[in-house]
């Protein structure tokens, strides 16, 4: 994830940047030729990018998202803000931080009062809809239409609340919302855009394939991550506590069957591994082709040259990578978020941008898109010029991650850090009980095996590092209780 040559130097420019500089300035409505565009806004659950071929995956293939990449553009350099579902939603919705929009953790309920950006779209003269995953508790709000999934909901035969109103479904929940979502576009009214948020549980946790793809793989050995036996060592002991381990944590109705008897040690380790990621990766399938569905009824109805397609997950995950499953970390794999668009005339076919973006930018950018002025306290900024190749000279050098949920699930201790294309500089929290920093030399250490907080090597790195922190936290208004 190396950056431009504009901003590899940043620890030696911080002082003088500032952080008004590394966020840059805002941009104006996008301008653009035609009509106003339609928004088809597709996200997945859990997705990691390393579980998508355009990305490089060497354990499976996803045709139809490639298809985005290979007739768009590809961000390798993505970020989430707070790596859990509900957090990561509202932070996409608002264009604000979780600490800004008041939704830190799962166990939270979504002010639908405040600001959005369907909500902005809508006054617009937009037609809204949200479809699949919300996750946020409280009913959406800003959508002329919105059929949904209570909580997690089902991968079978979902129950899902229409405008209000619950229906039982019968059918696999991945098609179900590609159906839904199908049907308003058809339905809509024709002289006006639309921006359609197409939200897929999958592949959240428990992993239950469809019939189709049921025995995907079956035959195949999926391969061990390089990290897949991290002893935890030479890291913060928040790494060794967390309850998210492949060969410890995962239940047997995640597992679905009871492993072979006889196994033990790193054979049951990688039973289980396959049992996990086998099932992932069948789910995955089963979005991927419901996404070559939705791109093939776009073309069909000659919708797709005057629509902006999305498809990004809310966060990343853990693919057995540090022998975990599950996200929350600041760590790569759960950081960084997928993101491919596709948009005839304005994004070049096949191309890939090192920019970093955040979750807290998709708002500001759809709504430039649309020609609608972002409101000011949007903590996001417009990335349009980024994905149509023309990255400004002030794009952002440096990021803020803050995840907040404790003790449970997973027992991941909150913490806060900064991210630059070189380093990151992650402090682990809790009066009392935690209070430690890990230091990762990106470059040098690109699957994050070894803090070098306490090497004298790294000790002006590691102040500059709290100073910016300490800059982004003034600049975002971070509470200082929440620290």
Not at 326 to 334: A, C, G, I, V
């Amino acid at each position: 994830m190396a950056g431009t040559i504009s901003r590899r130097h940043v620890l030696g420019g911080l002082g003088a940047l500032g952080v008004g500089a590394l966020f840059g300035g805002r941009l104006g409505a996008a301008e653009l030729p035609g009509k106003r565009p339609n928004i088809v806004f597709i996200m997945s659950d859990d997705h990691a990018a390393h579980a998508i071929s355009c990305y490089g995956s060497r354990i499976n293939k996803t045709p139809n998202i490639d298809r985005i990449a290979r007739e768009g553009v590809r961000l390798d350099n993505c970020l989430c803000t707070n790596a859990i579902c509900g957090p990561s939603r509202a932070c996409i919705l608002t264009g604000k931080y979780s600490h800004m929009n008041g939704f830190l953790d799962n166990n939270d309920t979504f002010d639908g009062s405040q600001q959005t950006f369907p909500k902005m779209l809508q006054n617009a003269g937009y037609k809204t809809a949200m479809v699949g995953k919300w996750h946020l508790v409280s009913d959406p709000t800003g959508f002329d239409y919105w059929n949904i999934l209570p909580g997690q909901g089902e991968y079978v035969d979902p129950m899902m609340i229409e405008n209000g109103k619950k229906v039982k479904r019968t059918g696999y929940v991945t098609d179900l919302i590609t159906d839904t979502a199908i049907e308003f576009i058809q339905k809509r009214d024709e002289d006006a855009p639309f921006c359609l948020m197409c939200h897929h549980k999958a592949p959240h946790r428990n992993w239950i394939p469809d019939a189709r793809h049921a025995d995907m793989y079956e035959k195949d050995d999926i391969p061990e991550p390089d990290t897949f036996k991290d002893d935890y060592a030479n890291r913060s002991k928040a790494a060794a506590e967390a309850e998210m381990r492949v060969n410890r944590d995962l239940t047997p109705t995640d597992l679905k069957q009871e492993p072979p008897p006889g196994l033990e040690g790193d054979a049951l380790a990688h039973w289980k591994y396959e049992r996990y990621i086998k099932d992932y990766l069948r789910v995955v399938a089963s979005v991927d082709d419901n996404v070559g569905r939705l791109l093939d009824f776009l073309d069909k109805e000659g919708l797709a040259e005057n629509t902006l397609v999305v498809y990004t997950s809310d966060q990343g995950f853990f693919l057995g990578d540090h022998g975990w499953f599950d996200k929350r970390f600041m760590y790569d794999e759960s950081l960084c978020m997928p993101f491919v668009a596709r948009f005839p005339g304005v994004i070049a076919p096949g191309t890939v941008n090192r920019d970093m973006a955040l979750n807290v930018d998709f708002a500001p950018t759809f709504l430039d898109l649309a020609g609608v002025k972002a409101p000011g306290d949007m903590q996001g900024r417009s990335f349009l010029p980024v994905l149509r190749g023309e990255t400004p000279p002030d794009w952002r050098a440096a990021m803020y991650y803050q995840y907040y949920e404790f003790p449970q699930p997973h027992h991941v201790y909150p913490h806060y850090g900064v991210c630059t294309d070189e380093y990151k500089l992650i402090h682990y929290y809790l009066p009392g009980k935690m209070d430690e920093w890990e230091l990762i030399d990106r470059e040098k250490d690109p699957k994050e095996l070894r803090s070098l907080c306490d090497d004298p090597a790294y000790a002006d790195i590691v102040k500059r590092l709290k100073e910016q922190i300490t800059a982004f936290r003034k600049e975002l208004r971070v509470p200082e209780e929440l620290a």
